[in-house]
């Protein structure tokens, strides 16, 4: 019933920038959170960035100074500025939305990002 679909993902050499979109339809509930998470092969899927309904906003320590999230309440679009990529920001990137209560939480099929010469 929910749809989470992320874009802007690809191939970027270090110092690059890369913009990512997610769009979320068809909910029946409000999204409270919006937000992306990554994971790079062999590890843990982790915090990138988070925003809320009212703007407040959690950057992993490693993106702080370089990614930058911003959402559209009114649409259910959530956007992930990125510059000055590094290559340990390659990770295929998911973005995720949730609802204040917590109990309504979905998932996008990921985006793939690589930095890389």
């Known amino acids: 019933q929910v749809q989470v679909v992320e874009s802007g993902g690809g191939l970027v050499q270090p110092g690059g920038s890369l913009r990512l979109s997610c769009a979320a339809s068809g909910s029946s509930f409000s999204i409270w959170r919006m937000g992306w998470y990554r994971q790079a092969p062999g590890k843990q899927r982790e915090l990138v960035a988070t925003i809320t309904s009212i703007g407040v906003r959690n950057y992993a320590d490693s993106v702080k100074g370089r990614f930058t999230i911003s959402r559209d309440n009114v649409q259910n679009t959530v956007t992930l500025q990125m510059i000055s990529l590094k290559p340990e920001d390659t990770a295929v990137y998911y973005c995720?939305?949730?609802?204040?209560?917590?109990?309504?939480?979905?998932w996008g099929q990921g985006t793939q990002v690589t930095v890389s010469s």
């Open positions: 995720n939305v949730a609802s204040f209560a917590g109990d309504q939480q979905h």
